[in-house]
């Protein structure tokens, strides 16, 4: 419920209220006594009813506010995480190996720069997804298949793969153990074959 929606309620009870007001006043002009007292029973209740529903619209209100400040908290945090992750890319070794960092689940936590050089802006729009949604066809196609099987064993490995006149050699090192890897850290060297 959006606030807007909110406001439109309390100010529809604000004047449901004002209108009991007006028509009990109109009521005592116009009846007797007795058939009054009837009527102020039921009025009491309307109005009962009406101190109901401010309080429960008070109270989502209330979540409301309660669930934006979370949100603006966690909001926060992400970009302090993500501004974090930017920071650690910069600081990774700029050499001519490619470094990247899988989670345990086979997701892309973090790259070195020369990552960046080889994969482009594309490895950015990789962090966080599945090494599956990767494109490696540039170096080793059969990368991600070979990251998700050193996952599964728990076992850190290497592999060479020759790619036309280049020689490529793929270093992980698997961070944990199982059943619950931490991780996997890629170490790609490419070479003249």
Same mark, same amino acid.
């Not at 007006?22 to 209740?45: C, N």
């Given at each position: ?30 009846? /007797?006594?007795? /058939? ?7 009025? =009491?209740?309307?109005?009962? *009813?009406?101190?109901?529903?401010? %309080?429960? #619209? ?19 945090? #992400? ?8 920071? !650690? ?20 936590? *973090? %790259? ?16 966080? %997804? ?21 996952? !599964?064993?728990?076992?850190? =490995?290497?592999? !060479? !793969? ?7 050699? =793929? ?13 996997? *850290? *890629?170490?790609? =060297?490419?070479?003249?074959?």
């Amino acid at each position: 419920m959006d606030e807007q929606r909110l406001h439109e309620i309390l100010e529809e009870n604000r004047r449901l209220r004002q209108r009991l007001v007006d028509l009990e006043e109109r009521q005592l002009d116009t009846r /007797s006594q007795p /058939s009054f007292q009837r009527d102020k029973t039921h009025v =009491t209740k309307v109005l009962k *009813l009406l101190e109901q529903r401010d %309080h429960t #619209v008070e109270d989502i209100a209330s979540k409301l506010d309660q669930v934006q400040a979370e949100l603006e908290t966690a909001t926060e945090q #992400v970009r302090l995480h993500r501004l974090a992750l930017d920071l !650690a890319v910069g600081t990774l070794d700029p050499g001519p190996v490619i470094l990247l960092a899988f989670s345990g689940d086979g997701k892309l936590l *973090l %790259h070195n720069r020369a990552a960046a050089e080889s994969f482009g802006d594309r490895i950015r729009q990789w962090r966080f %997804h599945d090494v599956d949604d990767m494109d490696f066809n540039a170096l080793d196609p059969y990368l991600p298949v070979f990251l998700k099987q050193v996952l !599964a064993s728990g076992r850190s =490995t290497v592999r !060479a !793969a020759e790619r036309g006149p280049r020689k490529i050699t =793929t270093d992980v090192t698997v961070l944990g153990a199982l059943p619950n890897l931490d991780g996997a *850290l *890629l170490r790609i =060297t490419v070479t003249k074959a």
